[in-house]
């Protein structure tokens, strides 16, 4: 469904699981009466009496939220705070004798909020409702923020081929472009095909921009159920639907100041990408259910491996919102475009492995170097990690062969070039072959013949060029 990092909040995107209470309080009468209510209301209430009963539970359960009474039989609340706040508890103070100053000190010290004895029963509820909501939303965006940063360290945009460096030099731009005055980031559109690293394309754009500390959050696009996308992104309030037992931001607020990634972009129903353009235009989003707007800062980089302007002429993208996407674009090549990378590659992916699972060193034989470099690899980069680990794993001795490799052949060659072809043409024979009779079949126009072939113009072009083939030849 939704990329781990976000889905996986227990409490923040959940909404089943309520924060453990604690109440810290010498009256019992009314500790009792606090306690039933807050469990008549799903949440799971311990009740302390002192100040050394509370740090017992403290110790024993972790609290998450702690309603402390100022004055407790063995100190003052105050000399308990600085623990639970250092803890990560969430701490609102009550005090009897209504002290503004005790008040005062006690948010300075890291309180969330304080309440005023007699307390409201019901009062008391909306206040621990409220610091639950407000400690949903730091802990998801806090979570979001500690995964980007540990995902940004591991990012590994491997490849010493012009294409390559030319892609690398084109994210760092996008990235040093910062909005003046109120302005927003200009949105990124990454394309290519399955499995040429995209997601690694918009990570490391992340990283590259100058608030590469913000959260990053990655959506699919294309297996998130339709009927639950439009409350992912957009959030909802308490009500908004049936199952809406309590309110909660979307991914789109989630990702604060920092980038929201829309995977699979060509994916998104139709019915929601008149609502993302307008979110993309005025800057504004509204959960469902609510009655006012919030501001976006966030970076949207969208990625998708189909041709957008295809499906906008079959009516299934709308064309408004391809060209707002698209206001700045990165291509990603496939792997037959990257002529060495492949080995390059492949001998990262061999060590990778090896400290994975702790394997001895391995090598590729000649002919394993051979069948990597002349192998089409359809399935890109991920295709070519799959095989090098498996390859790696399962090899008898430390010289991985093109038959541990185990590539598949590929047929589309031999399909094509049955009538008259000799079992002995080498591969780059058969490719210049085929380029030629696609021309042949277009007239020489060279993005029919592209589409023949089912690969990208500038495929074609860089291939036309390597075996000296000229359009209309």
């Given amino acids: 469904m939704l990329d781990r990092e976000i889905s996986s909040f227990g409490i923040?995107?959940?909404?089943?699981?309520?924060?453990?209470?604690?109440?810290v309080e010498d009256e019992e009468l009314f500790a009792r009466a606090v306690a039933k209510r807050l469990r008549q209301s799903g949440y799971d209430c311990e009740w302390a009496g002192t100040l050394a009963d509370a740090r017992s539970v403290v110790r024993q359960l972790s609290p998450d939220l702690v309603l402390l009474d100022m004055r407790l039989p063995d100190g003052n609340g105050m000399d308990l705070l600085a623990e639970l706040v250092g803890n990560g508890a969430a701490v609102i103070i009550m005090t009897s004798y209504g002290e503004v100053s005790d008040a005062v000190n006690a948010i300075k010290q890291g309180a969330i909020d304080y309440l005023k004895k007699p307390v409201d029963l019901e009062e008391l509820l909306l206040v621990v409702e409220k610091a639950e909501r407000s400690t949903n939303l730091k802990t998801q965006v806090d979570y979001s923020r500690q995964r980007a940063s540990h995902d940004?360290?591991?990012?590994?945009?491997?490849?010493?081929?012009?294409?390559?460096?030319?892609?690398r030099g084109q994210i760092r731009r996008i990235a040093s472009l910062l909005p003046v005055a109120e302005g927003a980031s200009p949105t990124v559109l990454i394309t290519g095909e399955t499995g040429t690293g995209k997601d690694v394309a918009s990570r490391l754009l992340h990283q590259y921009c100058a608030n590469g500390d913000r959260p990053f959050v990655h959506v699919d696009c294309a297996s998130l159920p339709a009927e639950l996308i439009e409350s992912e992104l957009f959030g909802h309030e308490k009500g908004a639907f049936t199952s809406a037992q309590g309110s909660r931001c979307g991914l789109i607020e989630a990702a604060e100041d920092g980038t929201l990634f829309l995977d699979e972009i060509g994916e998104l129903p139709l019915s929601l990408q008149a609502k993302l353009l307008n979110v993309l235009e005025r800057r504004m989003v509204r959960r469902l259910g609510a009655n006012r707007e919030r501001p976006v800062a966030a970076r949207f980089v969208a990625a998708t491996n189909r041709d957008l302007q295809k499906i906008v002429l079959e009516g299934r993208f709308r064309a408004d919102l391809y060209y707002r996407l698209n206001m700045l674009s990165i291509d990603m090549p496939s792997l037959r475009e990257r002529g060495d990378d492949v080995l390059l590659l492949a001998h990262h992916f061999a060590a990778q492995t090896e400290r994975r699972y702790g394997l001895p060193r391995h090598q590729f034989s000649s002919d394993a170097l051979q069948a990597l470099s002349s192998y089409a690899w359809p399935g890109n980069v991920r295709e070519l990690k799959h095989l090098v680990s498996r390859a790696v794993m399962l090899s008898q001795g430390d010289l991985v062969s093109s038959a541990e490799l185990a590539l598949p052949i590929n047929a589309s060659v031999s399909n094509n070039l049955q009538s008259g072809s000799s079992v002995s043409m080498t591969l780059d024979e058969a490719e210049k072959a085929l380029i030629e009779n696609a021309l042949s079949q277009s007239n020489g126009n060279v993005s029919e013949a592209a589409r023949l072939l089912r690969i990208t113009r500038m495929t074609i072009r860089y291939r036309m060029d390597k075996h000296g083939i000229r359009a209309g030849k």
């Fill in 152 to 167: 940004a360290e591991g990012i590994e945009f491997l490849g010493e081929s012009a294409v390559m460096q030319a892609i």
């Fill in 12 to 23: 923040a995107l959940g909404g089943a699981q309520k924060p453990r209470v604690l109440l």
